[in-house]
């Protein structure tokens, strides 16, 4: 989509706004409708309209696949470091209590925010992988034959 001006300039201003919409999504995801899951797809979304309309190639240079790889484990570990660490104070797996002892609501209010924050960044990856997978796929059929 190289000819596309317009599109191009459109997507350089619509992929901030995506990317600003995802962290609304997932920092208020603990008030409103929305958290990790949401706020990751969407992020994701970002990246892939950016590989869709400048190429495969320009998404990679900006979100490198080593990173996507690194940040679909690192959310895993954040998920998961969260109920270790919770049972290594002595409380259940995931009891976010364990972080804020005297005042629970509060630990309860950081551990959701941890944890989804976890699944926002390995939902992001993931969903990134799986578009460099297919898109670097090679094509049958060129630009030109469409």
Do not use: C, N
């Amino acid at each position: 989509m190289q000819h596309h001006l317009i599109l191009r300039v459109i997507t350089k201003l619509l992929v901030g706004a995506i990317m600003l919409f995802a962290l609304y999504v997932q920092f208020h995801g603990d008030y409103s409708p929305g958290g990790g899951f949401q706020a990751g797809v969407i992020m994701a979304v970002a990246f892939i309209l950016y590989g869709v309309v400048f190429s495969l190639r320009k998404a990679q240079q900006v979100f490198p696949p080593w990173l996507v790889h690194k940040l679909v484990a690192l959310g895993v570990l954040l998920y998961a470091g969260t109920g270790v660490v919770s049972m290594l104070l002595g409380y259940r797996f995931l009891d976010y209590g364990a972080f804020s002892p005297h005042h629970p609501e509060h630990g309860q209010h950081w551990g959701i925010l941890i944890v989804e924050l976890g699944v926002g960044i390995t939902v992001t990856g993931v969903m990134v992988a799986i578009y460099y997978a297919f898109a670097a796929r090679p094509r049958r059929i060129g630009d030109e034959g469409w």
